[in-house]
């Protein structure tokens, strides 16, 4: 069993629609990032949660650490939004690295 | 913005042979990560490297694999021998206080 899950695997949806991502892990974390990968492969940290909530844009995450529990939306989706998201959780001391879900590959059409 | 530099972003090598991948961090960043992907599946945690050492690695960094700080700027992946399922993309990453991530973008290791 994976310690980290997204859903859903995959997502479709058209422009100017609200999108929602979810993350659950189930051990315990002392940080959480949502992360963004482009087709080419490059990686970019879009936040890193701990508690409570973030935003950025037209980005927004949240977290319930007693749920163990994350999500990640996108207000007013724009094509260039296009990628796969990736929840990635922080077990231990960051020494540890960062423990990673599948991704979530994001299509948005125009 | 300061960014977390990778050579090559792609590299081609015959199954066998030993392969060096380069990383130039963020220069006040003190902590220091390799990750690999191979195709259409999750990143993976290889190793992390604190104050001139490793601090902690994973199951799948067995002893072909090295790393080290050989100049204080630059962070090297070493693969001794290597295999064809280490075909993958390796990412670098730094961070100042292992919270926060700036990852490079990435090399493609082809072994043929």
């Known amino acids: 069993k994976n310690e980290v899950e997204q859903s859903p695997q995959n997502l479709t949806a058209q422009e100017g629609e609200f999108i929602t991502i979810n993350c659950s892990y189930s051990?315990?974390?002392?940080?959480l990032h949502w992360l963004q990968q482009h087709p080419g492969g490059g990686i970019v940290s879009l936040f890193m949660?701990?508690?409570g909530k973030k935003k950025h844009g037209r980005l927004i995450a949240t977290i319930n650490i007693q749920e163990k529990h994350s999500s990640l939306h996108i207000t007013a989706s724009h094509p260039r939004d296009s990628a796969v998201y990736i929840c990635?959780?922080?077990?231990?001391?960051?020494?540890?690295?960062?423990?990673f879900g599948k991704g979530t590959h994001l299509i948005i059409q125009p | 913005e300061p960014e977390v530099t990778q050579t090559p972003s792609h590299q081609v090598t015959q199954m066998g042979q030993e392969v060096i991948l380069r990383c130039v961090p963020i220069?006040?960043?003190?902590?220091f990560y390799w990750y690999r992907q191979i195709l259409g599946q999750k990143v993976e945690f290889l190793v992390s490297?604190?104050?001139?050492?490793?601090?902690?690695k994973s199951e799948i960094f067995d002893d072909q694999f090295s790393v080290e700080r050989p100049d204080g700027s630059n962070f090297t992946l070493k693969i001794r021998s290597t295999k064809l399922e280490d075909s993958a993309m390796y990412f670098c990453?730094?961070?100042?206080?292992?919270?926060?991530?700036?990852f490079g973008s990435g090399t493609r290791l082809t072994v043929v």
């Open positions: 990453a730094s961070s100042p206080d292992s919270y926060g991530y700036t």
């Open positions: 051990v315990g974390i002392s940080a």
């Open positions: 949660l701990s508690s």
């Open positions: 990635a959780v922080i077990r231990g001391g960051g020494a540890d690295g960062l423990t």
């Open positions: 220069s006040n960043h003190l902590y």
């Open positions: 490297f604190y104050n001139n050492e490793i601090s902690e």
